[in-house]
Nanobody, 122 residues
Framework: QVQFVESGGGLVQTGGSLRLSCAASGSTFSINAMGWYRQAPGKQRELVAAISSGAKTNYADSVKGRFTISRDNAKNTVYLQMNSLKPEDTAVYYC????????????????WGQGTQVTVSS
């Protein structure tokens, strides 16, 4: 079963930057699309960025122009570079494999990692 280990979160001030990493197990990493999700207190988990096996990227409107998703298939790792952070970006960030279907991305594993906490102070 695929496992995900997220890291790189922390406490930053508004306008700051962080780079998150997600190490995924499994020999099929390179053929899977991957996504970064986040969940803020009292809110549903939402997809913020996705990257296909061919490195095509998609972003939620709320992070477009500020976040960049990338991947290194040799390391089975996906990254999320977050710039110009805002207090509303505060959340626990998770990664998962995703599939694109009928105009939306859907996560494919119920085995979520522990996530990494991002806190942006105002």
């Amino acid at each position: 079963q695929v496992q995900f280990v997220e890291s790189g979160g922390g406490l930053v001030q508004t306008g700051g930057s962080l780079r998150l990493s997600c190490a995924a197990s499994g020999s099929t990493f390179s053929i899977n699309a991957m996504g970064w999700y986040r969940q803020a207190p009292g809110k549903q988990r939402e997809l913020v960025a996705a990257i296909s096996s061919g490195a095509k990227t998609n972003y939620a409107d709320s992070v477009k122009g500020r976040f960049t998703i990338s991947r290194d298939n040799a390391k089975n790792t996906v990254y999320l570079q977050m710039n110009s952070l805002k207090p509303e970006d505060t959340a626990v960030y998770y990664c998962n494999a995703v599939k694109y279907y009928s105009g939306s991305y859907y996560y494919t594993s119920d085995n979520w990692g522990q996530g990494t906490q991002v806190t942006v102070s105002s």
